[in-house]
């Protein structure tokens, strides 16, 4: 009687037999979504309906806006993973975000010539920019060769060729970046901007301890997508105030830059935006 019980216990909290049923069912998961991907065309196919009523969500004059969406997303991908069937619910939270970060740069500078979306993916920001700035040649650069492809021939966007800019957006970027790498890439989009122009980043709210890496991510959780990127290299990142400080004003010129966080607002609902201007 003693060990039926054990044996119940361990079923209910998932050591016994339940244990080994989860593994079996987690392998004919990751089977049958392999053999999705392999059938998947790179734009994922939204039914028509859903992608109406999606759209019905967005404000009138940003209905036009291209709605593909590359099969390897992950900002599309790993919602709809959590969500499960909630597809609308993704499908809105995903070009929500991307309006309303489009917004924000927007406000920041409306007379912009050059913007770079840095790190920008598969376009869930800039596929909107183009109707902020509807004159404006938009940039983009990412270490992802799929997401740079679908972006030149879904967008018509340019390849970031390193000249300056009047804006740099880097949205979720410094969010994930290990310490060897995070002050030496602000610097170089700090090289970027002129006087008087904008370097828009996003980080998770300041904590106390000085920097601390995770080599876990959305990507980590979805090893099937496209040009996966290395954990060690792109994992969650909380920093400190003060060594975000540090990185800023070590660059040669730091102190003819100054930064604000606004927080009228958020990235996703979970970033702040700290907007850098050289002076």
């Keep these: 009687m003693k060990k039926q019980i054990q044996r119940w216990l361990q ?4 050591i016994g037999e339940n244990r080994d049923q989860i ?47 590359h099969c390897s997303d992950p900002m599309f991908r790993y919602p709809l993973q959590v969500h499960g069937s909630q597809s609308l619910k993704v499908l809105k939270e995903y070009f929500l975000t991307g309006l309303e970060a489009a917004e924000f740069i927007y406000k920041q500078n409306p007379k912009a010539q050059r913007i770079l979306d840095f790190g920008g993916g598969y376009g869930r920001v800039s596929r909107f920019l183009h109707i902020f700035f509807p004159n404006a040649q938009i940039l983009i650069n990412d270490p992802k060769k799929s997401a740079i492809k679908f972006q030149l021939e879904n967008f018509g966007h340019a390849i970031d060729d390193h000249n300056p800019v009047d804006i740099i957006f880097a949205g979720s970027v410094f969010t994930h970046l290990p310490k060897a790498l995070f002050e030496r ?20 709210q300041f904590i ?19 040009d996966s990127l290395d954990e060690s290299q792109y994992g969650s ?35 702040q935006y700290l907007i850098i201007k050289r002076l």
């Design 11 to 14: 079923n209910k909290i998932g």
């Design 23 to 69: 593994l079996i069912l987690e392998k004919k998961i990751a089977s049958l979504s392999l053999l999705q991907e392999w059938s998947m065309d790179k734009i994922i196919p939204i039914p028509t309906g859903l992608l109406e009523a999606t759209k019905a969500a967005l404000p009138e004059k940003y209905k036009s806006v291209n709605c593909n969406i």
């Design 185 to 204: 890439i602000l610097h170089q989009l700090m090289d970027t901007i002129d006087r008087g122009n904008t370097l828009i980043l996003t980080l998770h």
């Design 208 to 226: 106390e301890e000085e920097f601390l890496f995770y080599p876990h991510t959305e990507e980590s959780a979805m090893q099937e997508l496209e």
């Design 237 to 271: 990142v909380y920093c400190s105030k003060e060594y975000f400080e540090y990185c800023l004003y070590s660059h040669q010129n730091g102190n003819s830059f100054k930064y604000s966080i606004d927080d009228s607002t958020s990235f996703g609902g979970t970033q």
